[in-house]
């Protein structure tokens, strides 16, 4: 699984604080690993509505997007604004041996968890060899 940097992110965040807007989504903090026959990645969305969260996939693109609203009611002077607000996106590219077809996602606390499965044709299996007087079977 190969993951797409952000060397903006950076700057976006002090144009946000110094000018109170965000030229481009905002990216989410995330953790991926395997784990046996699947890949499994936790984004940090807290305070995000669960209706506002978007996953698509697209030619092995994984995009996510959602939303955090300003608790801030309209005409309120905000005193302190340091919780990132608006919309955050994150794409990863994923491998020809996951099976984007048999993605799944939860979101709980504040996380949201896909799960991606390796694809059943890119997993370890036995080959058997014929010929001699004792077929033999080695690992492809």
Same mark, same amino acid.
């Given at each position: 699984m190969l993951m797409r940097t952000d060397p903006f992110r950076d700057f976006d965040r002090l144009a946000q604080q110094l000018f109170g807007t965000t030229a481009r989504p905002a990216a989410m903090p995330m953790d991926a690993y395997r784990s046996g026959d699947e890949f499994v990645v936790? =984004?940090? !969305? &807290? $305070?995000v509505d669960p209706e506002s969260i978007d996953l698509d996939v697209e030619r092995n693109v994984l995009g996510v997007h959602a939303? %955090? %609203? @300003? &608790?801030v009611p309209e005409g309120a002077e905000p005193i302190?604004?340091? %919780? &990132? @607000?608006g919309t955050f996106s994150r794409q !990863? =590219? !994923? $491998?020809e041996s996951l099976d984007t077809q048999r993605i799944e996602a939860s979101y709980d606390a504040g996380v949201l968890t896909v799960r991606i499965p390796v694809a059943e044709e890119s997993k370890p299996r036995k080959i058997?060899? @014929?010929g001699g007087s004792k077929p033999k079977q080695i690992s492809g």
């Open positions: 936790h =984004f940090d !969305l &807290p $305070g939303e %955090r %609203r @300003s &608790p302190a604004s340091e %919780r &990132p @607000s !990863l =590219f !994923l $491998g058997e060899i @014929s």
